[in-house]
């Protein structure tokens, strides 16, 4: 079950976070996708993520073996390049006193990371995603028991986990976007329609147009914002059903930047720390964030072609599944 659109959204999603730590730096376009734009392309990944599980499972019946299968999957996308990752930067920290252009694990926080409780930097979504793989199972075991009345069970809980402050476990901070996709991947979805690409036209827009603007703002504070929270699943909803959307978000290049979506969003920090160690760093800001964006590309592109991949194949071969 292949939907076009979501392969431009999860590159949109992953590019946001991108440029938005780039303007971080220097406030390139005034400073726009900055000052906290990356959770916004975070809270998209969770709903995109939430809708495909839901998409994917919610139908089928459910046993011990297919809730298995789930987890190989889900194991085989997430975690080798995540422990690669995590591995490389303590081997870094512990033979060079730094991570240098990595990331920040010390034995105060390798187990944490391991074990997916928490994570440093943005590392700290994986953890999320991986708590949420481990309850998602039981939601679908829910649904099949209980059928469509689990869409009013998931609007509730959704609700709850918006309006709480939860610490433990971590993914209870965020699940309301898991939730919220799973929601809208049990309605009925039409295809064809300029209404629909009128409403993906106006997502899209607003989407932009949500940027926060106010340097200083607490980041954390924007998944509290009902905001968010009604427009990625409307404009993961829409997107899915609109011709226009799946025409250009579904494009070979759009696809491509999709695939090595997961590995832009890991390895751009890197890439940009290693760039700044570069004498590119007193190149005009706008000329550096394009050698800056070009270079993530290329990166997370041999990143997935040479070991996303071809672990994700391993893993899923060596217990006899795709």
């Not at 996708?33 to 995109?48: A, P």
């Not at 759009?254 to 004498?279: K, N, T």
């Not at 590119?280 to 990143?303: D, G, N, P, Q």
Request: aromatic share 14%; proline share 5%; glycine share 10%.
């Amino acid at each position: 079950m292949h939907y076009p659109a979501l392969d431009g959204l999860r590159a949109l999603a992953a590019y946001v976070v991108i440029v938005g730590h780039f303007s971080n730096l220097n406030s390139v376009f005034g400073g726009v996708l900055g000052f906290g734009s990356g959770q916004i392309g975070v809270m998209l990944f969770f709903v995109i993520s939430g809708f495909l599980m839901g998409r994917l499972y919610m139908e089928q019946e459910w046993s011990p073996r297919a809730a298995f299968d789930f987890y190989r999957k889900r194991a085989a996308r997430v975690v080798p390049l995540f422990l690669i990752l995590v591995l490389g930067s303590y081997t870094a920290v512990k033979l060079l006193g730094s991570p240098g252009i990595l990331y920040n694990i010390t034995d105060a926080n390798l187990s944490s990371h391991l074990f997916f409780i928490r994570g440093t930097s943005v590392l700290w979504t994986i953890p999320v995603e991986v708590q949420f793989y481990l309850i998602f199972p039981l939601i679908w075991l829910v649904f099949r028991l209980t059928g469509k009345s689990l869409a009013f069970w998931l609007v509730l809980s959704s609700a709850v986990g918006f309006a709480l402050d939860w610490q433990y476990p971590f993914v209870m901070g965020y699940i309301s976007y898991f939730l919220a996709g799973i929601g809208i991947s049990l309605l009925p979805l039409s295809k064809g329609g300029r209404a629909l690409d009128v409403a993906f036209g106006a997502c899209i827009v607003a989407f932009f147009a949500s940027f926060p603007r106010i340097s200083g703002a607490d980041p954390a504070g924007l998944w509290q914002s009902p905001v968010y929270l009604l427009l990625m699943p409307a404009l993961v909803a829409s997107a899915v059903q609109s011709p226009m959307a799946n025409r250009f978000l579904g494009s070979p290049i759009a696809r491509l930047l999709g695939d090595s979506s997961y590995s832009a969003y890991l390895l751009h920090l890197p890439v940009l720390r290693a760039l700044l160690l570069s004498p590119l760093v007193a190149t005009e800001k706008h000329v550096f964030l394009v050698i800056y964006v070009a270079a993530t590309v290329v990166v997370a592109h041999l990143s997935y072609t040479m070991l996303e991949r071809p672990a994700r194949r391993h893993i899923s071969g060596r217990t006899g599944g795709g």
